[in-house]
């Protein structure tokens, strides 16, 4: 097992002026599961192939432990990879595939059919040993992929979106087998993915990556709860953060028919950056559904007569049982603005209908407008 350090690592291209990493610095704790998470070309799998040394590093250095690998071709590394399409040997039975790397090193066939044999153990595979990989599920190819590297006992696993093969319901429960065999061997882990469901699910931290810098890195319930920029907060989350823009009033931010406490220092950080306006985030679930009498005493209503918060019209309603969310539009500033309101399962709005929500005082998100920093505590 070893430390990770991404020290400025520098990724360019040929042809390109602009790096597909940019001066990237992670430092990766000894056992850790570090997920790396971001949208197509945002350099997370260049990331990767660096660090394997499948991709040349142009500026900065890579550390595994105390060893420098920047320079180091992949297979002195000490690192063993999982691809998304398992890379196996065809003509090979599933105990030949995943002993195939320590036949190569030279090891006696006792000792590989051992660790073999261990390994299968652990990813329930002792009963397919002697198949071949086309007589195989899925599931079972990717588990074929992981123990093929667990034999090695290298000191780093790079998996680069292992599960992006599997259906739905196949990934759902391989990402659990994947977090929970990496805890057992505790064997420092870097997992690239798009799925930020995955990532959320899975990673010790989580790394966000946006074209080719690096967003934010911290704990998952962290970056939930404190995104650090529009970004980060659009992005992590399902269904996305909500993000509106809303004019700055006394001692809050108008919210529809409402206005909405926020933090004096937010106030006065957007103030000093000459925004009028800051473009507050709220979750689905952090929504409050409001009737006409039943304004939350923390809000201010500005006329008696129209009901407090942002009116929302109901375009879809997704029933999931306990939790219903209804995806609507409502008009913000003289602009349409699309949400999602996380409702109770059991009383769902109906399409067509109206709701009138403000965001729980407390739960609310407020950025920057013009540089998209966050502003709240």
Do not use: W
């Not at 966000?208 to 659009?234: C, E, H, T, W």
């Not at 823009?245 to 809050?252: K, Q, R």
């Not at 399962?345 to 407390?362: A, E, F, Q, S």
């Amino acid at each position: 097992m070893a430390t990770v350090t991404f020290d400025k690592a520098t990724r360019i291209y040929p042809g390109s002026t602009k790096p597909a990493v940019d001066a990237l610095e992670i430092d990766v704790e000894d056992g850790e599961f570090l997920v790396l998470v971001g949208p197509s070309g945002c350099g997370k799998s260049t990331s990767l192939r660096m660090l394997a040394g499948l991709e040349d590093v142009n500026g900065g250095a890579i550390r595994i432990g105390e060893r420098d690998v920047t320079h180091l071709p992949p297979k002195d590394r000490d690192i063993a990879m999982v691809f998304q399409n398992y890379a196996l040997y065809p003509h090979m039975t599933v105990a030949d595939n995943m002993g195939f790397a320590l036949k190569i090193a030279g090891i006696n066939k006792t000792e590989i059919r051992a660790k073999v044999e261990e390994a299968a153990k652990i990813l329930d595979l002792t009963d397919y040993l002697d198949r071949k990989p086309k007589a195989l599920s899925g599931g079972q190819r990717q588990r074929v992929a992981m123990g093929r590297a667990i034999v090695r006992e290298p000191q780093v696993f790079l998996m680069d979106e292992p599960l992006s093969n599997l259906d739905a319901k196949l990934r759902v429960s391989t990402r659990t087998q994947i977090a929970s065999l990496q805890r057992r061997l505790g064997i420092t882990t870097v997992y690239v993915t798009h799925d930020q469901v995955e990532a959320m699910t899975m990673g010790d931290r989580v790394v966000v990556l946006k074209d080719g810098l690096l967003q934010q890195i911290d704990s998952p319930r962290n970056m939930y709860d404190r995104p650090s920029n529009l970004f980060v907060a659009g992005f992590i989350g399902s269904p996305a953060m909500n993000l509106v823009e809303v004019p700055i009033t006394d001692g809050g931010v108008k919210f529809g028919n409402s206005v909405v406490p926020v933090s004096r220092e937010a106030l006065a950080a957007a103030s000093e950056k000459g925004d009028t306006t800051v473009t507050v985030g709220v979750r689905p679930e952090h929504f409050e559904v409001v009737e006409h009498d039943e304004v939350p005493k923390s809000l201010a209503k500005e006329s008696a007569e129209a009901p407090a918060g942002l009116a929302v019209a109901v375009n879809v309603v997704e029933e999931l049982g306990a939790d219903g969310y209804v995806y609507g539009s409502a008009e913000v500033n003289g602009v349409d603005k699309e949400l999602v309101v996380r409702v109770n399962g059991r009383k769902v709005p109906d399409k067509g209908t109206k709701l009138h929500v403000v965001p729980r005082t407390g739960e609310i998100h407020v950025f920057s407008t013009s540089t998209g920093e966050r502003l709240s505590d």
